[in-house]
């Protein structure tokens, strides 16, 4: 079991996510059906226009299949309601992020539920008029909606979807206030850095009016970094020798998992993978170490 910040980019950032009231249906409803079928927890969610933000806790080892469900369904209906006749995603893969520890979780659940504000489209997380979950949701609200109206089958989906939003793992019910102060006093100080950066830059915030009105087919004008470092786990904020620890771990898996490669394409089967290995598992029916007898 692990918990991730995942993060999906529209293709050139065009704004086909924008929201609206079929958007914002289409996907809380895609998102519940899916993460429920796949048994994943739902801690924070935030739809921007041009991208979308999780953070989730993967229980079964099922990611990649919610990953694919998700996104394709998402897409499908985004084609038929947009009239967009193609790709809806940015070729990148996916980034999925492992978070490593609390505090890192705690972060990047408050980096999600402020990110409309850090992009200057509103001046408090809860006025943005996408989908999203709020600090107080956070292990007590349930997202719902019904079956959008646009292109899935009602005989194979149901015609209504919740989504609980569950507490992160380690954090108990009866430390769910406790909690929810930690992560608003987090979203106020990214609410607040955000605004800064607004004023000394002479900007002013776009305003969720606006927001609503941006064309679907429209692309972000705002400079982006390109060919950066795509990180794959994260650690939070002054804790320690954690990230040497986690940096060792992804090294040592790396080189495991070649030198299992190695040994399958020289057509040794009873090789076993390491611990987290998904692909080789799942399509070739490779032992893991987790599940090898």
């Known amino acids: ?74 897409a499908l209906c985004t084609q038929v309601l947009r009239r967009w006749d193609a790709s809806v995603w940015d070729h990148s893969p996916t980034s999925v992020v492992r978070l490593e520890t609390p505090a890192a979780v705690a972060e990047k659940i408050a980096y999600v539920l402020a990110n409309p504000v850090a992009a200057g489209l509103v001046r408090h997380a809860g006025e943005w008029p996408g989908a999203k979950v709020l600090v107080d949701e956070i292990g007590q609200g349930t997202l719902r909606a019904s079956r959008p109206e646009v292109y899935l089958n009602p005989k194979k989906w149901p015609a209504e979807a919740a989504l609980p939003i569950a507490l992160p793992p380690g954090v108990e019910p009866a430390e769910a206030a406790s909690f ?7 979203v106020a100080r990214l609410e607040a850095a955000a605004r800064a950066e607004l004023v000394q830059k002479c900007r002013s915030v776009l305003g969720a009016d606006r927001a609503r009105a941006v064309p679907p087919k429209a692309r972000a004008t705002t ?70 007898v």
């Open 223 to 292: 400079p982006e970094r390109r060919f950066d470092r795509n990180p794959t786990f994260a650690v939070g904020r002054d804790q320690g020798g954690a990230w040497s620890r986690a940096a060792a771990a992804v090294r040592a898996f790396r080189t495991s998992y070649r030198a299992a490669l190695e040994q399958w394409r020289a057509g040794v089967r009873s090789v076993v993978f390491p611990t987290g290995t998904w692909l080789m598992r799942v399509f070739h029916k490779a032992a893991v170490a987790d599940m090898a």
């Open 1 to 74: 079991m692990a918990t991730y910040l995942i993060t999906r980019r529209t293709i050139l950032r065009h704004m086909l996510l924008r929201p609206d009231r079929l958007m914002n249906q289409i996907l809380v409803y895609l998102l519940a059906v899916t993460a429920h079928r796949n048994g994943l927890q739902v801690h924070a969610f935030c739809a921007m226009s041009d991208h979308i933000h999780l953070v989730v806790t993967d229980e079964r080892a099922t990611l990649p299949d919610f990953l694919q469900a998700f996104h394709r369904m998402v």
């Open 180 to 186: 929810h102060r930690q992560i608003a006093t987090e």
